[in-house]
C-alpha cells in the first residue's frame, strides 16, 4: 500500500498568520487649522532592524490621491500589513515625489501593535 505524505499544516498556519497580522496607526493634524490632506498608496512602516516595508492596506478619514479630505479635527487611521516579530522600532514614511509627505521617525513598537502620532 503506498505512503501517504501528511501535509505541510505548519508552513500554512504560518503564512495565515503573517497574512492576518495588522498595524494601526491613528493620525492626529492640528484641530484649529483648515486646511486639505491626502493620503498616497505609496506610504509605508519601514521597519529599523530590517528596512522592510509594511504596506498600506486602507485609510479611514482620509482620501488616497489624487483626491483631498478637509480637515474635520478627527484625524484619520491609517491600517498596514502586520511588523515582522522581532522589530522593535520602525517610521511611517509617505513616499512621494512633493514635499510635504506624512512622516513620523523613531516609533517604539509596543505589544498591541496600535499607535497614536501627531502631525
Known amino acids: 500500500m503506498p505512503e501517504i505524505a501528511e501535509p505541510e499544516i505548519k508552513e ?3 503564512t495565515l498568520e503573517s497574512e492576518e497580522r495588522q ?12 486646511y486639505a490632506y491626502r493620503i498616497w498608496p505609496s506610504t509605508f512602516l519601514i521597519e529599523h532592524d530590517t528596512g522592510r516595508r509594511a504596506k ?7 482620501s ?3 483626491q483631498w479630505t478637509i480637515n474635520d479635527g478627527k484625524g484619520f487611521t491609517l491600517i498596514f500589513e502586520g511588523l515582522s516579530k522581532g522589530c522593535s522600532k520602525f517610521d511611517l514614511k509617505e513616499i512621494i515625489p512633493q514635499d510635504g509627505g ?18
Open 12 to 14: 500554512e498556519i504560518k
Open 23 to 34: 498595524t494601526i496607526v491613528h493620525c492626529k493634524l492640528g484641530d484649529n487649522e483648515e
Open 56 to 62: 498600506l492596506i486602507t485609510a479611514y478619514n482620509i
Open 64 to 66: 488616497f490621491a489624487p
Open 102 to 119: 506624512f512622516e513620523v521617525l523613531n516609533i517604539p513598537r509596543n505589544n498591541t501593535d496600535v499607535y497614536q502620532v501627531s502631525f
